[in-house]
C-alpha cells in the first residue's frame, strides 16, 4: 500500500545523490513472485562497476568519435554508435568510420534513413532504425514501441540499454535495479498492475525501496502502458550476436496469463487497479488543484489505448 508522503526525486540519471543515505538504510532483498519471496534479478558488485566503467569509456570514445559499445557486442555497436557515419561502413565486421574524425560533424545516425519523413512520423524513424520493433503487443492496448522511446530516455540510466539492471548508475544504488529481463524466474509473474503502480508511483508504492522514483508526474498513464509493453517484449530474450537477435527479441512472457488479466485496455475499469492508481495519484506532487495523471491525454506519439488496440490488430 502507498504510504501517503511525497517524494521528490524524479529522475534516474540524478539517483547517485542517494548513495550514502541508502548505505546507511541498506534495503534488504524483499522480492516477491505470486507472493512468494525470491532472489530479486539483480547483477553483481563487479558486474556493475565494470558496466560503470564502460559506459564512461564508451562517452569519451563517442567525444572522441572512436567507436565501441558499452556491452562489446559487435552488432549492437553498430546500430547504435552515435558520432560514426554509415557510408562506408562494412556490414560485415561492423567496422565505422567517426564522421567527427572527417570533420564532417555528421553522425550515423545523419546518414540512417535515406528518406526522412515528416510530420508523426518522424518521431519514431531514427530509434526503430537501431532498435527493435514491433508488429504486435503482448500487453492489450499498449504500444511496445512508444514505451521504448520513454524507457531510452529515463530508465536507461539504472536498467541499462538491453534493460539488464546494468545502467551507469546502478552500481551506485542500494539496493541494485532489478533485472527487467528475468522473465520466468521474476518477471512475467508480475502482474501488470504490480509493474504500473511501481513505475507511477515508484518503489514504495509496492513496498520497495524509494530509489525506484516516481514517474507519474513526467509520464502519462498510457506512456505507462506503453513502457510495461515494452518490459513484457524483452523477457528472457537470449544473448545477442547477430544483428537478427537484437532486432528481433523473442518473449517468454505468455500475453493470456493471469498477470496480463489488467491491461490498457480495460484498467479503467477494474477496482485493484482504480485503488492503485488513486493512492499513487495522491502521492504525487503537484497533483493538487486539478492536474491528474489518471484517464487520458492527448499528445505527442500517445494514442488511446482503444486505437492502439486496433492498430495491432491491423
Same mark, same amino acid.
Given at each position: 500500500?502507498?504510504?501517503?508522503?511525497?517524494?521528490?526525486?524524479?529522475?534516474?540519471?540524478?539517483?547517485?545523490?542517494?548513495?550514502?543515505?541508502?548505505?546507511?538504510?541498506?534495503?534488504?532483498?524483499?522480492?516477491?513472485?505470486?507472493?512468494?519471496?525470491?532472489?530479486?534479478?539483480?547483477?553483481?558488485?563487479?558486474?556493475?562497476?565494470?558496466?560503470?566503467?564502460?559506459?564512461?569509456?564508451?562517452?569519451?570514445?563517442?567525444?572522441?568519435?572512436?567507436?565501441?559499445?558499452?556491452?562489446?557486442?559487435?552488432?549492437?555497436?553498430?546500430?547504435?554508435?552515435?558520432?560514426?557515419?554509415?557510408?562506408?561502413?562494412?556490414?560485415?565486421?561492423?567496422?565505422?568510420?567517426?564522421?567527427?574524425?572527417?570533420?564532417?560533424?555528421?553522425?550515423?545516425?545523419?546518414?540512417?534513413?535515406?528518406? =526522412?519523413? !515528416?510530420?508523426?512520423?518522424?518521431? /519514431?524513424?531514427?530509434?526503430?532504425?537501431?532498435? +527493435?520493433? %514491433?508488429? #504486435?503487443?503482448?500487453?492489450?492496448?499498449?504500444?511496445?514501441?512508444?514505451?521504448?522511446?520513454?524507457?531510452?530516455?529515463?530508465?536507461?540510466?539504472?536498467?541499462?540499454?538491453?534493460?539488464?539492471?546494468?545502467?551507469?548508475?546502478?552500481?551506485?544504488?542500494?539496493?541494485?535495479?532489478?533485472?527487467?529481463?528475468?522473465?520466468?524466474?521474476?518477471?512475467?509473474?508480475?502482474?501488470?498492475?504490480?509493474?504500473?503502480?511501481?513505475?507511477?508511483?515508484?518503489?514504495?508504492?509496492?513496498?520497495?525501496?524509494?530509489?525506484?522514483?516516481?514517474?507519474?508526474?513526467?509520464?502519462?498513464?498510457?506512456?505507462?502502458?506503453?513502457?510495461?509493453?515494452?518490459?513484457?517484449?524483452?523477457?528472457?530474450?537470449?544473448?545477442?550476436?547477430?544483428?537478427?537477435?537484437?532486432?528481433?527479441?523473442?518473449?517468454?512472457?505468455? =500475453?493470456? !496469463?493471469?498477470?496480463?488479466?489488467? /491491461?490498457?485496455?480495460?484498467?479503467?475499469?477494474? +477496482?485493484? %487497479?482504480? #485503488?492503485?492508481?488513486?493512492?499513487?495519484?495522491?502521492?504525487?506532487?503537484?497533483?493538487?488543484?486539478?492536474?491528474?495523471?489518471?484517464?487520458?491525454?492527448?499528445?505527442?506519439?500517445?494514442?488511446?489505448?482503444?486505437?492502439?488496440?486496433?492498430?495491432?490488430?491491423?
Amino acid at each position: 500500500m502507498m504510504k501517503g508522503k511525497v517524494r521528490g526525486i524524479t529522475v534516474c540519471t540524478v539517483l547517485s545523490i542517494f548513495v550514502f543515505a541508502a548505505a546507511g538504510n541498506a534495503a534488504e532483498k524483499r522480492c516477491t513472485a505470486e507472493g512468494v519471496k525470491v532472489e530479486c534479478p539483480t547483477r553483481t558488485e563487479a558486474e556493475l562497476s565494470d558496466a560503470a566503467a564502460n559506459y564512461e569509456k564508451e562517452a569519451m570514445n563517442m567525444a572522441k568519435g572512436i567507436g565501441g559499445s558499452t556491452y562489446g557486442i559487435a552488432p549492437f555497436d553498430y546500430l547504435t554508435g552515435v558520432g560514426k557515419r554509415t557510408s562506408k561502413a562494412n556490414t560485415k565486421t561492423f567496422a565505422t568510420e567517426s564522421g567527427y574524425s572527417k570533420g564532417t560533424g555528421k553522425t550515423e545516425m545523419w546518414d540512417r534513413a535515406a528518406k =526522412p519523413l !515528416s510530420g508523426e512520423a518522424a518521431y /519514431n524513424q531514427w530509434t526503430n532504425n537501431w532498435s +527493435p520493433s %514491433f508488429k #504486435e503487443s503482448l500487453v492489450p492496448g499498449a504500444n511496445p514501441n512508444e514505451g521504448k522511446q520513454w524507457y531510452y530516455v529515463y530508465c536507461v540510466g539504472c536498467h541499462g540499454w538491453l534493460l539488464k539492471g546494468d545502467g551507469p548508475n546502478a552500481t551506485y544504488l542500494d539496493p541494485y535495479p532489478r533485472d527487467l529481463t528475468a522473465g520466468a524466474a521474476y518477471m512475467n509473474k508480475k502482474t501488470n498492475v504490480e509493474l504500473f503502480t511501481v513505475i507511477k508511483g515508484g518503489g514504495g508504492a509496492v513496498d520497495l525501496a524509494d530509489v525506484m522514483p516516481q514517474w507519474g508526474n513526467l509520464l502519462h498513464d498510457q506512456d505507462i502502458w506503453n513502457v510495461i509493453a515494452w518490459i513484457r517484449a524483452n523477457a528472457d530474450t537470449k544473448k545477442i550476436t547477430s544483428v537478427a537477435d537484437y532486432l528481433n527479441p523473442k518473449s517468454s512472457f505468455d =500475453p493470456k !496469463s493471469a498477470a496480463n488479466k489488467v /491491461n490498457a485496455l480495460n484498467a479503467a475499469t477494474d +477496482p485493484a %487497479f482504480a #485503488e492503485a492508481n488513486e493512492l499513487a495519484e495522491a502521492s504525487l506532487a503537484g497533483r493538487g488543484g486539478g492536474l491528474k495523471g489518471a484517464g487520458y491525454v492527448e499528445g505527442g506519439l500517445r494514442k488511446s489505448a482503444a486505437d492502439e488496440a486496433k492498430m495491432f490488430k491491423k
